[in-house]
């Protein structure tokens, strides 16, 4: 089981990402997948998440309407596409799978049960 996730880079503000997360070993369509950052110094925050039922989205109030949370099961794969990016989005991004019994806590890191290595994202002129 792993999971991956990559697309990370150097940005100037204004700019756009799109993260991926990979799966291996395993179909991501069957949790939720959730979109977490950590900046130096600072505690892991939640960004984002994606329901397993329906494809329900949800973001923390200050990506939404910049970020967009999406699955393609086929590539078994979840993005999140940066858009209008501010030097304050710098950090490392992690997804993590949510097993849908715990959906609930979909905010709560500690409900997460796989994580990827995380890619660095860099919001700088």
């Known amino acids: 089981v792993q999971l991956q996730a990559f697309g990370g880079g150097l940005v100037q503000p204004g700019g756009s990402l799109r993260l991926s997360c990979a799966a291996s070993?395993?179909?991501?369509?069957?949790?939720?997948i959730g979109w977490f950052r950590q900046a130096p110094g600072k505690e892991r925050e939640w960004v984002s998440c994606?329901?397993?039922?329906?494809?329900?989205?949800y973001y923390r109030e200050s990506v939404k309407g910049r970020f967009t949370i999406s699955r393609d099961n086929a590539k078994n794969t979840v993005y999140l596409q940066m858009n209008s990016l501010k030097p304050e989005d710098t950090a490392v991004y992690y997804c993590?799978?949510?097993?849908?019994?715990?959906?609930?806590?979909?905010?709560?890191?500690?409900?997460?049960?796989?994580w990827g290595q995380g890619t660095q994202v860099t919001v700088s002129s």
């Open positions: 993590a799978t949510l097993d849908y019994s715990k959906s609930y806590a979909y905010m709560d890191p500690f409900a997460y049960d796989y």
């Open positions: 070993g395993f179909t991501l369509g069957y949790y939720v």
């Open positions: 994606i329901s397993s039922s329906n494809d329900s989205t």
